[in-house]
């Protein structure tokens, strides 16, 4: 294995794929290169003198300028790099398409066939709160109903809890109702008990409302202030979901059926070397199979927007882009907060230096398919293929909210690690093979394999197999753990 990487033939910078001492001599096409410092994995060194100003460039593309000179050999980063993103921009439509060389080959996974024709790929059984005050409430249900029941016959029984439903005005609280019902109708649930205190603002009658058709079957509503004893009438309503749910078996269902969200998080800079790169090329598999994947992280695709645009499927798709992008960018000025803060202290650590070095990695992670649709925060996937969707960077808003837009499980890359899952199996992807021996209790996926001995033909063949496990119901690692959590994204005012 080398010790570096170029990416691209028209970058200026190299990546070292493992810690380097200083005065290692790297031979790059027949030249030699001596390291002016130590270089950890992860970081960028100069293949050429960079003048002040210059642009570095790395994925073939600018991540920023040069601050000061930098000579051949030197560490690149953010000590003498900076962005060169600088507030709202203007964009023009430069539709470039790629086709894509993938076969339909047929696959099929074992997952539920639901009476509205929606599939899921896990049978539980939730509890979701209307309002923060009743999460304890939820949790003795669960333990009770446990203690009766033997639940070993479906995937799992969990209540969401959150800390949101009351004291909320305007978006925040469309947005609390929203990703609620979403949860609520959400095929991984078998059955799903709606749990209210009686007092909130998010009130059942209104929620109801709100949720529109449901499966009567699949649905309870238990009031807390409106019965004698919560507990035992949860219960009794988790029993009778439970015997309907005790009908769905699995089936054979074709790859078209799955929806699948891309996520990174404590990224470092193998990430869009290997790990992002895998999902690309398996998001490219599964949409020539005729399913679906869903980018989000919209901060994160500040400095590499134009690449998504330049594949809109459409004009019309191309403007949902801009208006992604730039009401994003509007969110941070109404903030007084500064657009491209980012990335973050552990990005940097792991190697990134700009947005633009972040972004260019993170979005790779959407391959090289056309973008078909774009969707609001809240809104559920509707257009076969790769759709964009609008949601912060932040993981456990971003995740909850591919979620709730229909995604069956999130696929999510890091390079520093993190153990948390959302409300639907969260598979981590490791970027390095480091972290994926080190934390083998959070990681489920090892592409750091990827600048070891294996090419990317092998990594994806393997990679696919294993998904298909999981949507057939082997549990990733934050099921193991149960490590089950949502967060929904608050932009206002709390009363």
């Keep these: 294995m080398k010790p570096y990487i170029q990416i691209n033939g028209k970058d200026n910078v190299v990546v070292a ?75 023009t439509f430069n539709q470039n398409i790629a086709s894509l060389n993938t076969e339909n080959k047929n696959l099929a996974f074992k997952g539920y066939k639901r009476e509205d024709k929606k599939v899921g790929i896990r049978n539980e059984l939730w509890i979701v709160p209307t309002v923060g005050c009743v999460n304890g409430i939820g949790e ?41 019902g979403n949860m609520v109708k959400h095929p991984n649930a078998g059955g799903v008990l709606v749990l209210g205190l009686g007092c909130e603002n998010n009130y059942m009658e209104a929620f109801k409302e709100s949720l529109g058709e449901y499966n009567k079957n699949r649905v309870r509503f238990l009031v807390a202030q409106e019965v004698d004893n919560e507990i035992e009438e949860g219960v009794k309503l988790l029993k009778e979901l439970y015997e309907n749910m005790m009908k769905d078996k699995r089936e054979e269902l074709p790859l078209s059926e799955l929806n699948i969200g891309l996520k990174c998080g404590g990224s470092d800079g193998l990430s869009g070397i290997t790990a992002n790169p895998l999902l690309g090329a398996f998001s490219d598999f599964l949409i020539a199979q005729g399913g679906s994947t869903i980018l989000t992280e919209v901060p994160e695709m500040f400095g590499a927007e134009t690449i998504l645009m330049n594949r809109c499927i459409n004009e019309e798709v191309f403007d949902k882009t801009v208006h992604l992008i730039n009401d994003f960018k509007e969110y941070f000025i109404s903030h007084n907060q500064v657009v491209y803060e980012n990335p973050s202290p552990g990005n940097k650590a792991g190697g990134i230096t700009t947005l633009e070095d972040k972004s260019l990695g993170c979005t790779q992670k959407g391959g090289d398919a056309p973008v078909m649709d774009v969707l609001r925060y809240g809104k ?95 549990f990733v690692n934050n099921e193991k753990n149960d490590f089950r959590e949502m967060a929904i994204f608050k932009t206002g005012v709390t009363v």
Aim: glycine fraction near 8%.
């Design 17 to 91: 794929l493992k810690d380097l001492e200083k005065n290692t001599v790297l031979t790059v096409e027949n030249e030699e290169i001596q390291l002016k410092q130590a270089v950890k994995r992860g970081h960028k060194i100069a293949l050429v003198d960079i003048k002040k100003e210059d642009d570095v460039i790395k994925y073939g593309y600018a991540i920023g300028y040069a601050i000061k000179e930098i000579g051949v050999g030197e560490w690149v980063h953010t000590h003498n790099t900076k962005t060169n993103l600088d507030g709202v921009l203007d964009y």
């Design 380 to 474: 559920i996937l509707k257009t076969k293929g790769l759709n964009l969707l609008s949601a912060p960077g932040n993981d456990l808003v971003a995740a909850t909210a591919l979620a709730a837009s229909g995604c069956h499980m999130v696929l999510f890359t890091t390079g520093r690690g993190t153990p948390f899952g959302s409300f639907v199996p969260t598979m981590k992807i490791a970027t390095n093979s480091q972290l994926y021996k080190q934390k083998t209790h959070w990681i489920d996926y090892n592409a750091g394999v990827l600048v070891e001995d294996k090419g990317m033909d092998e990594v994806l063949e393997d990679f696919i197999d294993y998904i298909i496990e999981v949507a057939s119901g082997t």
């Design 140 to 180: 003795l249900i669960i333990k009770k109903f446990r203690e009766e029941v033997n639940t070993e016959k479906i995937d799992g029984v969990e209540v969401f809890k959150h800390n949101y439903g009351c004291s909320q005005l305007g978006e925040d609280h469309k947005n609390t109702r929203t990703i609620l």
